[in-house]
């Protein structure tokens, strides 16, 4: 053990034992103790969150405490990985950026992938998966500070937060919906954790008014690549297909959710075999007779894959 004078009292006796071997610390003058993320709170007076953010990045300087602990943080000291030049569309990109590399260090998040059997090494990256997970708001400057007001401001007008100032997709899995361009058009959020507050959404998209150019059309590869194609009811059976080698997939958002985006991106790519895997269940069911009707009526051939 280490011992030494306390850094959070007047501590004119060394009171503070370091124990190296355990990764703890306590102090018998002022009676509190903890691990590295304890001593990262108290030091710089921020939230748990935020300190395992902090120490994640590798941003401080130094781990000892010089003069009085901070009773209020009021500079973040993590890097914002948003900038006030950018533009909607290119703001809204530094986010999904950002939500993927949040995923890729969120065991919470890669477990709920693996439940769902959607570990494929390159699913990821290919379709830049993400999750949010509070810490966005963490990383932005304070929002009485003009550029942290201003980028609340344009995070809220794309989509990004809500009126409250809290993060639209908070626990969810992120799906961006990429157009050829590469422009995010849309996208899709699904929690993470089945015990939510009664009236939470499990489901969860950009308001009607962020999407300016429609609702675009998930893995539309699939559709310059193959003339027939899977059609699933949600994103996440798509996924499921993909993962399982069938990479002539896409999806509906959900059983109204076939769009004329869909169509008119079956009719440009040629699309001649839609495979219609909705569930089984009576909206699944009705809801694939519908889209039948209007891909037929294109003269797209369809056929309805019956689930046990």
């Known amino acids: ?75 973040r000291t ?24 949040t995923l890729k260090q969120s065991p919470e998040a890669l477990a709920y992938l693996k439940s769902r059997g959607l570990d494929h090494p390159e699913l990821l990256d290919t379709f830049k998966l ?13 929002k009485n500070r003009v550029a942290g007001a201003e980028l609340r401001t344009r995070l809220q007008a794309i989509g990004i937060y809500r009126e409250s100032g809290h993060e639209r997709y908070n626990g969810s899995l992120v799906v961006p919906i990429i157009d050829e361009a590469g422009r995010i058009v849309e996208v899709y959020g699904r929690k993470v954790n089945d015990n939510l507050r009664a009236g939470t959404a499990k489901h969860l998209y950009l308001p009607e008014e962020c999407r300016s150019a429609g609702r675009g059309v998930w893995n539309v590869a699939a559709l310059q690549a193959s003339t027939e194609i899977i059609l699933c009811e949600a994103l996440i059976d798509a996924m499921t297909f993909w993962c399982a080698g069938y990479r002539n997939v896409t999806a509906s958002y959900g059983t109204e959710g076939f769009t004329d985006d869909h169509l008119a991106a079956f009719k440009q790519h040629g699309t001649e075999r839609v495979l219609i895997a909705y569930d089984r269940d009576e909206a699944g069911e009705r809801a694939a007779e519908k889209v039948a009707e209007k891909l037929m009526a294109a003269g797209i051939e369809c056929w309805r894959i019956q689930f046990p």
């Open 130 to 142: 993400g999750f949010a997970n509070r810490t966005l708001g963490l990383r932005l400057p304070e």
């Open 1 to 75: 053990d280490k011992i030494g004078t306390c850094p959070f009292h007047d501590d004119d006796k060394p009171s503070l034992v370091v124990t190296p071997t355990k990764n703890l610390w306590h102090c018998f003058g002022c009676q509190i103790g903890g691990g590295p993320i304890d001593w990262v709170m108290k030091k710089n007076a921020v939230s748990f969150r935020h300190a395992v953010e902090l120490l994640r990045d590798g941003d401080i300087s130094s781990l000892a405490a010089s003069g009085a602990p901070l009773k209020r943080a009021t500079v």
């Open 78 to 101: 993590l890097a914002a990985p948003v900038t006030r030049e950018a533009d909607n569309e290119a703001l809204l990109a530094q986010v999904i950026g950002y939500y993927c590399e």
